[in-house]
Nanobody, 124 residues
Framework: QVQLVESGGGSVQAGGSLRLSCAAS????????MGWFRQAPGKERDFVAA????????YYSDSVKGRLTISRDNAKNTVYLQMNSLKPEDTAVYLC?????????????????WGQGTQVTVSS
């Protein structure tokens, strides 16, 4: 049974930092591209960042480029999202996702497994 478990969310003031983690189990982690998405109340699930199976290639949405950094540790079956210079508009539930492919995607429907999410709240 595949499980993705996010952690590290919380409440911070604008300009602050958080580091999200997503621990994967039940799959061959190094065979999956990984992504982070976010969803605010009443809004669609939006792409945030993705990383290739070995971590050599990354994608970011324009709204987070330069502030958020995705990385992975295949030995620990974990993907991370370092979040710096946070803004109130970054407030959302952050979800990690696994795609059984070597190629990344910005599209939620391309991902095979999802975590439950972790709440990030940024106050002004």
């Amino acid at each position: 049974q595949v499980q993705l478990v996010e952690s590290g969310g919380g409440s911070v003031q604008a300009g602050g930092s958080l580091r999200l983690s997503c621990a994967a189990s039940g799959l061959t982690f190094s065979s999956y591209a990984m992504g982070w998405f976010r969803q605010a109340p009443g809004k669609e699930r939006d792409f945030v960042a993705a990383i290739s199976w070995l971590g050599g290639t990354t994608y970011y949405s324009d709204s987070v480029k330069g502030r958020l950094t995705i990385s992975r540790d295949n030995a620990k079956n974990t993907v991370y999202l370092q979040m710096n210079s946070l803004k109130p508009e970054d407030t959302a539930v952050y979800l990690c996702a696994a795609r059984r492919a070597l190629v990344m995607s910005r599209t939620p429907y391309d991902y095979d497994y999802w975590g439950q999410g972790t709440q990030v709240t940024v106050s002004s």
